[in-house]
């Protein structure tokens, strides 16, 4: 079983080394740089990125591990059991339902998670709170995932609103390169640590809820610490 967290640590490195192409061409002394904003830039779309993808790796792990060591689907959270009865119901395919016999339920759950993941169609389409909340919703019945998001200095509104603000700001950049406000170093060590301990909360508060689930923990936990 993938560790999301290992996943989300390897596909950071790209990041890292573009912090290191800035200070290789640029130094490490305080101070505006000239010529190298684009490096700032592209740090920001692949923090953002790597968040993205650490969210569909967290959400489609704890949903696979939870689907494996589930022998009935009624160890499944309730809420999941009724959004995949509302899914067979609007499936046009009338015979859809002998699907369920034996260990057919655990392929509906499958095509389930398929579908809220699907990109453009899915859920999950941009990864701000409200989208990762739903999302963790629809899979493991984990709603407001985003209401653990805090530490010492970060309260749950202002964690929301800093991931909304880099988010918005990767697709300022994506959409208007040249028009999207300057974004400095300092930005990018700043969205790379304060991703990296929503991550970090994120996987532990998930790992905890499929534990309560079925007994087993996915992953195993971490610490902010651990990434120092």
């Known amino acids: 079983m993938s560790d999301p967290i290992e996943l989300f640590i390897d596909n ?3 990041v890292k080394a573009l912090i290191a192409i800035h200070e290789e061409k640029t130094g490490k002394n ?5 010529g190298v904003e684009i490096l700032n830039k592209s740090g920001i779309v692949l923090l953002t990125a790597c968040w993205e993808a650490f969210i569909e790796d967290a959400a489609s792990t704890a949903f696979r591990f939870m689907l494996e060591e589930s022998a ?10 009724k959004r995949v009865a509302a899914y067979v119901k609007k499936d046009v395919n009338e015979l859809r339902v002998w699907d369920l016999s034996r260990d ?9 998670r398929d579908e809220i993941l699907r990109p453009q169609i899915g859920i999950f389409n941009s990864p701000k709170a409200g989208n990762v909340d739903r999302l ?22 202002a964690a929301r609103t800093r991931l909304k603000d880099y988010v918005e700001l990767r697709g300022a950049i994506a959409h208007r390169v040249k028009a ?6 300092g930005n990018v060590s700043d969205y790379a640590e304060f991703i990296t301990r929503l ?25 902010i610490g651990s990434f120092r």
């Open 12 to 14: 950071s490195k790209e």
């Open 30 to 34: 305080p101070g505006r740089r000239s």
């Open 72 to 81: 009935d689907p009624k160890q499944l959270p309730k809420g999941v059991l």
């Open 104 to 112: 057919g339920w655990k392929q509906v759950l499958r095509d389930y």
């Open 136 to 157: 963790f919703d629809a899979l493991l019945d984990l709603p407001e995932l985003s209401k653990n998001w805090h530490w010492q200095g970060m309260g749950v509104e």
């Open 180 to 185: 999207s406000r300057s974004v400095y170093k």
């Open 199 to 223: 991550a970090v909360r994120s996987a532990n508060v998930v790992r905890k809820h499929v534990s309560s689930l079925v007994r087993k923990y996915p992953w195993e936990a971490y610490h």
